[in-house]
């Protein structure tokens, strides 16, 4: 008999246990967050006889999400506009060095930025280095939570930053000269030379 109930117990539903107090825990599905589509980091190839409208690069963004979603909107907001953008450069640390690398990438922007701050509080800095001059030209800046910045940078960087960028572009495809090598001045002359040969 008793094994008849123990039978009986074990093949009744779950709800049944339910109903007299037994717990009785469903399953729930765990909810696994997907990492953001991170193709954008990826420079596109140049298609053979597509012209480019410009080559920009686009540097890390200090205090960035980990998935760097600013930076991301400022790439994509640029590859729109028919620009040639890297995100796999690094900076340099002179003005001369950008225009070196300028000179030997036919790089016409750079563009640098940082996120300080949290929440409704985060402010985001755009700047924009020339690659002729080697020198900061413009900058923008946006606030707000990182949504929000993204959705800002989505709609009007092209507006507040566009005609720089092209501006630049255009500069750097006119044909220029290469910075001039240093000056050499050689300590000693021909007239330093004769006036001790005369002395001894």
Not at 25 to 33: E, F, K, T
Not at 65 to 84: E, H, I, T
């Amino acid at each position: 008999m008793l094994r008849l109930v123990v039978v009986s117990l074990l093949t009744l539903p779950a709800t049944a246990f339910a109903s007299w107090g037994v717990p009785y825990l469903p399953r729930h599905r765990v909810a696994r967050s997907m990492a953001p589509d991170q193709s954008w980091l990826q420079d596109v190839p140049e298609r053979p006889g597509a012209r480019s409208r410009g080559k920009v690069a686009v540097f890390t963004f200090e205090g960035d999400d980990v998935y760097q979603p600013v930076r991301a909107a400022v790439v994509k907001s640029l590859r729109r506009r028919g620009l040639n953008v890297t995100a796999n450069l690094r900076p340099v640390d002179s003005a001369a060095q950008y225009r070196e690398l300028s000179h030997a990438l036919s790089m016409a922007v750079y563009v640098e930025g940082d996120v300080t701050g949290e929440g409704a509080k985060q402010t985001a800095v755009i700047r924009l280095r020339s690659g002729t001059s080697g020198q900061r030209i413009a900058s923008a800046r946006f606030v707000g939570p990182t949504a929000k910045i993204v959705g800002d940078v989505n709609r009007t960087l092209s507006t507040r930053l566009g005609p720089t960028v092209m501006r630049s572009c255009t500069s750097v495809s006119k044909p220029r000269a290469r910075e001039r090598a240093p000056l050499l001045i050689d300590a000693g002359s021909p007239v330093d030379s004769h006036i001790a040969g005369n002395r001894s």
